[in-house]
Nanobody, 124 residues
Framework: QVKLVESGGGSVQAGGSLRLSCTAS????????MAWFRQAPGKEREFVAG????????TYADSVKGRFTVSRDNDKNTVYLQMNSLKPEDTAVYYC?????????????????WGQGTQVTVSS
């Protein structure tokens, strides 16, 4: 079993910054690809950013390019999402997910483990 625990959410004003963390544990955890998704009220969960655990290559949604940065710490089994220049439309519950190893990385169906989610609220 794999457990993902997120932290770092909160409330900020537009233009502010937050850093989210996601720590993975479990005997069956394999370092494939990790990603951050978000889900706003009444909307579907959407891809935000992801990182290949071994090579470190990253992918971003167009809406966050230049503002968000995803990174990982192999020793701590932790993935981070640094969010700068936050906008009210970034308000959502943010989830980290562990990719199952095959398939498109932006598709929620290709992730077999999820964290509990952390709320990010950006006020104008």
């Amino acid at each position: 079993q794999v457990k993902l625990v997120e932290s770092g959410g909160g409330s900020v004003q537009a233009g502010g910054s937050l850093r989210l963390s996601c720590t993975a544990s479990g005997s069956t955890f394999s370092r494939n690809y990790m990603a951050w998704f978000r889900q706003a009220p009444g909307k579907e969960r959407e891809f935000v950013a992801g990182i290949d655990w071994i090579g470190g290559s990253t992918t971003y949604a167009d809406s966050v390019k230049g503002r968000f940065t995803v990174s990982r710490d192999n020793d701590k089994n932790t993935v981070y999402l640094q969010m700068n220049s936050l906008k009210p439309e970034d308000t959502a519950v943010y989830y980290c997910g562990a990719h199952k190893g095959s398939g498109r990385v932006t598709y929620t169906g290709n992730y077999n483990y999820w964290g509990q989610g952390t709320q990010v609220t950006v006020s104008s």
